[in-house]
Nanobody, 123 residues
Framework: QVQLVESGGGLVQPGGSLRLSCAAS????????MGWYRQAPGKQRELVAA????????????VKGRFTISRDNTKHTVFLQTVDLQMNSLKPGDTAVYYC????????????WGQGTQVTVSS
C-alpha cells in the first residue's frame, strides 16, 4: 500500500507564494510519474503540473510561468518519493483543494492520491 501526504497549503493574499510538498511512502518502483491536481468547488479535478521519472514536466496553461514542479530523484528510495510545487503570483482563481498523485503504468501499475490540502487565495 502506498500513502501520500501533502503539506504546505493555507491562506495567502493575491500575488503571494506557497510551496506544497508531497511525500509518497510504501513499496514504490522506478518510472513513476508524480503530479499535482486541484479541484475547486463545483468544478472537476484538473491537472496542475506533473513530472515524469526522467524529469520532464508539463503544466496547465493557466499556471505556466507561475508554478514550478520539482522532484529530486537523488533522494528517492524504494520506500519514499517526494514532489514539490512552488506556486508564485497566486490568483484568486488558484483557490482549490490540491491533490498529490503518483502513477505508474508499467507492471506493477498503480495510481494513488493524497488526501488533499486547501489553498485559498484571498485578500
Amino acid at each position: 500500500q502506498v500513502q501520500l501526504v501533502e503539506s504546505g497549503g493555507g491562506l495567502v493574499q493575491p500575488g503571494g507564494s506557497l510551496r506544497l510538498s508531497c511525500a509518497a511512502s510504501g513499496m514504490l518502483y522506478s518510472f513513476s510519474a508524480m503530479g499535482w491536481y486541484r479541484q475547486a468547488p463545483g468544478k472537476q479535478r484538473e491537472l496542475v503540473a506533473a513530472v515524469g521519472s526522467g524529469g520532464t514536466a508539463n503544466y496547465a496553461e493557466s499556471v505556466k510561468g507561475r508554478f514550478t514542479i520539482s522532484r529530486d530523484n537523488t533522494k528517492h528510495t524504494v520506500f519514499l518519493q517526494t514532489v514539490d510545487l512552488q506556486m508564485n503570483s497566486l490568483k484568486p482563481g488558484d483557490t482549490a483543494v490540491y491533490y498529490c498523485n503518483i502513477v505508474r503504468t508499467g507492471w506493477p501499475a498503480y495510481n494513488y492520491w493524497g488526501q488533499g490540502t486547501q489553498v485559498t487565495v484571498s485578500s
